[in-house]
């Protein structure tokens, strides 16, 4: 192998693929990365057999080749290369030694023999599911962060995606809150899909893809159980999650006796207080609805309280309709929702204090009504 | 995948030994004896009824690895040359024959003799949670899992019962019974016994070229088990260090209690060289008191016959069993911690003066 790139393009495919590196693994090619030429580009990809990232750069070939180089050594010297050059990149195949110069600098890498990584899926763009690139990187981050993080359950460490018709469900749970988020698709897919990818698979998809990029190609080959999307010069491969995702329409209430409406950046700031009064204790914050009457508007009353630091107390304006009702909740998990819905006002529906209570965004002709969280509530105590 | 990263501790060791059995091409899947195992094994494959768990007991050395890991090459082959088969050539085979294969999770305590934490369990039921990587199954090979640690045996109860499918669970372990009997009753056992030593003799002098005299008295010294045969033949080393373990016994003998002490104190330096020269020096106390009984049974110090059988003219059965029965007395208290210089000590004064 003999080929030439520009180091700025070099270090930025090493920073993208770095991610799927698994360093301390028991199969030590993991720790590599694979350096390929692959029809006039230079393909570069990491793995950690769960997560595979594989970018794509421009480069001058001479000598086509592969091989897999130590993947911290590689990205410690081509950071430290001069930028705006060209890095010379020739490998000898009997000693598997590729050597590296750029500028006045010249360096020996050992590596390991290509063959020795595991394969990575072809994929065929034709075949897959066209997303908008924003739309799907906002959808991930309104469900990703429900996942759990428990291996106990691994199944709730994914994200349950389907598509049917032209209609994409994203839902993830963790056993005391679950978001759900749909979204319709440009055109109606032929084959529904079903399948769990690992969360940590959609967060290092979201935080590639970037704003430049237009389109997002989802793939799933047919008898791998694997899903490949692809953003531009980079893929992203990961297996997919084996089991049966719980059936979480049951979960979701079917009516509700209170419907609150608050300003959303309100419910928001006054839970971001709250949480620093509950974090030291249980996260518990309790949520007094009161409705209103002929003059005065209904409010719901927000209290964050510890035993060593104080309490705090937050009053929001809120449109309310039902009975009142005092109920907890876990005041990371309301942030945590609160921080993703983008519309002006959201819904807080409940019913009882021990029943679950569910957020949605209110405004019904964008499609963020699409999105639903369901949180379990919390103890009262005393 | 830094979780699952963490114990990269587990490796692959024992390589020479692997290789060993490899050689031996056939239907038996290139297995030294065991035959009816190999057999069940292909047929449960090509008749598709797999079990999810099995679990291989054996002495160490009978080649409890070694079918484990066929049994993963059998599933996983790229090119079987027919149902239940593998073909031992293709890519996957030998990577899996290295315990380099991204399907294959090998789990075990750091060392021999060290602890299987839970942790290890955990981090492996989470790749075990996904689907195969390439392959046709997922394979967890747990090894030498009597050293699993009460928790991690616990945790891994769930798996056994449930696990995903596509996934297969070997145990392998010195008996059942040193497992919780909630892990046997949940996977299939298969006991490996030592082999005739016949058998250990041709197959170490077909496949591994060993003259016949050598190959004879390997096959004793094995006592029947192919693997540590085969490690004796590839590392002639370790021959050699028992050579001079049991020659430095019969000095032992004429020594005074000094000499004694004196002897056996480099010898405790090192745990693992101590638990090693013991279990030489059993093997050749259990040559004595099958002599001084009169058995049939064959002896696994071959080349110390004559000794054996002049020692066993001068002692009585009561003697020899009192010495068999203090070094396996000292090989337990070395395994649980106690000063090894004491115990070695306490050895030589309860070894008889000639």
């Known amino acids: ?382 | 995948m830094r979780e699952i990263t963490k114990s990269s501790t587990i490796i692959a060791r024992r390589l020479p030994i692997l290789r060993v059995c490899a050689k031996i091409v056939g239907m038996n899947w290139g297995v030294i004896g065991h035959e009816w195992a190999v057999q069940l094994l292909s047929e449960q494959i090509a008749q598709k009824r797999l079990r999810h768990a099995y679990l291989i007991t054996g002495p160490r050395g009978v080649g409890r690895r070694t079918l484990a890991l066929r049994l993963t090459q059998a599933l996983n082959c790229l090119a079987p040359p027919e149902p239940g088969q593998p073909c031992r050539a293709c890519r996957a085979c030998l990577q899996i024959e290295r315990m380099q294969y991204p399907d294959l999770l090998v789990v075990q305590a750091e060392q021999e003799g060290g602890t299987l934490k839970v942790d290890q369990v955990r981090e492996m039921q989470r790749s075990l949670s996904l689907h195969p990587y390439e392959g046709r199954y997922r394979v967890a090979l747990l090894l030498r899992f009597e050293e699993a640690h009460p928790s991690a045996m616990n945790a891994l109860l769930k798996t056994l019962e449930e696990p995903a499918s596509q996934v297969v669970l070997l145990l392998t372990a010195e008996s059942a019974e040193r497992l919780l009997p909630t892990i046997v009753s949940r996977c299939e056992t298969l006991r490996l016994r030592p082999l005739p030593l016949e058998q250990v003799s041709r197959g170490l002098q077909e496949e591994w070229g060993a003259p016949e005299d050598q190959a004879h008295l390997l096959a004793h010294i094995s006592g029947g088990r192919p693997g540590l045969a085969l490690q004796l033949h590839l590392e002639p080393e370790r021959l050699q260090q028992r050579q001079a373990w049991l020659t430095d016994l019969l000095r032992l003998l004429t020594f005074s209690r000094k000499e004694r002490f004196d002897y056996i104190e480099p010898l405790t330096k090192e745990r693992s060289v101590l638990r090693s020269a013991l279990n030489v020096w059993l093997s050749f106390w259990r040559d004595i008191l099958i002599k001084t009984c009169g058995a049939v049974a064959p002896i696994t110090n071959l080349d110390y016959q004559q000794e054996i059988e002049q020692l066993a003219a001068r002692l009585d059965r009561s003697a020899a069993l009192g010495v068999v029965s203090a070094v396996e007395n000292a090989l337990s208290l070395v395994d649980q911690n106690v000063n090894p210089r004491l115990v070695g000590e306490v050895l030589t004064l309860d070894l008889p003066k000639i």
């Open chain 1, 1 to 382: 192998m003999r080929v030439s790139v520009l180091q700025e393009n070099l270090a930025r495919g090493l920073s993208i693929v770095s991610r799927a590196v698994s360093p301390r693994s028991t199969l030590p090619v993991l720790a590599n990365v694979l350096v390929a030429t692959d029809e006039g580009r230079l393909r570069l990809s990491a793995t950690n057999l769960e997560l595979g990232i594989t970018c794509w750069i421009g480069a001058k070939i001479q000598d086509e080749g592969s091989t897999t180089v130590p993947a911290r050594t590689f990205s410690d010297l081509v950071a430290t290369l001069p930028g705006g050059n060209q890095v010379e990149m020739s490998l000898t195949v009997r000693t598997q030694t590729l050597n590296v110069r750029c500028g006045a600098s010249n360096t020996d890498l050992k590596c390991i023999d290509a063959q020795e990584f595991p394969p990575m899926p072809v994929s065929d763009v034709s075949q897959g599911l066209e997303l908008n690139v924003m739309d799907f990187k906002e959808m991930i981050q309104q469900v990703v962060f429900a996942a759990s993080t428990d291996d106990a359950r691994p199944i709730l460490t994914g994200v349950l995606v389907t598509v049917k018709g032209d209609t994409i469900t994203l839902a993830a749970a963790d056993g005391f809150r679950l978001s759900v988020r749909k979204a319709r698709l440009s055109s109606p897919v032929a084959r529904p899909l079903s399948a769990v990818i690992p969360a940590r698979a959609l967060s290092e998809l979201a935080r590639i893809a970037s704003d430049g990029d237009k389109t997002l190609t989802m793939i799933t080959p047919p008898g791998r159980a694997q899903v490949i999307f692809r953003v531009g010069d980079v893929e992203l491969v990961s297996q997919l999650i084996d089991g049966m995702f719980p059936d979480y329409e049951q979960i979701i209430p079917r009516r509700c006796d209170t419907r609150a409406v608050l300003s959303t950046s309100a419910f928001l700031k006054a839970c971001k207080q709250a949480e620093i009064f509950a974090r030291e204790g249980s996260h518990i914050a309790k949520l007094n609805i009161q409705p209103g009457g002929e003059l005065k508007p209904g409010v719901v009353e927000i209290t964050g309280q510890s035993e060593e630091t104080g309490s705090n107390q937050n009053i929001v304006d809120a449109n309310i309709e039902g009975p009142g009702l005092l109920i907890a909740f876990n005041v990371r998990f309301l942030r945590e929702v609160l921080d993703v819905i983008r519309t002006p006002n959201v819904a807080l529906e409940t019913t009882a204090n021990n029943l679950p209570g569910v957020i949605r965004p209110v405004e019904s002709q964008d499609d963020q009504s699409e999105f639903l969280h369901v949180i379990m509530p919390m103890h009262l105590g005393s």
